[in-house]
């Protein structure tokens, strides 16, 4: 069986990289605050996908057993 997650064009950080570098913009002061509320909206949605990609390989490897 295969597992496929895969994120869509509306996610706007893809990596864990790009969402330690958008945190780092997001706590500094001159961040513009309508910007900050960007980040932290694009921020909230990597990380539901990213928890729900780890449950969802864990599932997998679990079924697995």
Not at 28 to 44: F, G, M, S, V, Y
């Amino acid at each position: 069986a295969t597992l496929e997650l895969y994120f869509d064009d509306r996610v706007k950080i893809r990596e864990g990289g790009t969402a330690s570098q958008k945190w780092n913009e997001l706590m500094i002061e001159d961040t513009a605050p309508d910007l900050k509320q960007l980040i932290a909206e694009n921020l909230r949605e990597y990380c539901k996908l990213d928890t729900y990609a780890m449950y969802a390989i864990w599932k997998h490897l679990n079924d697995g057993i």
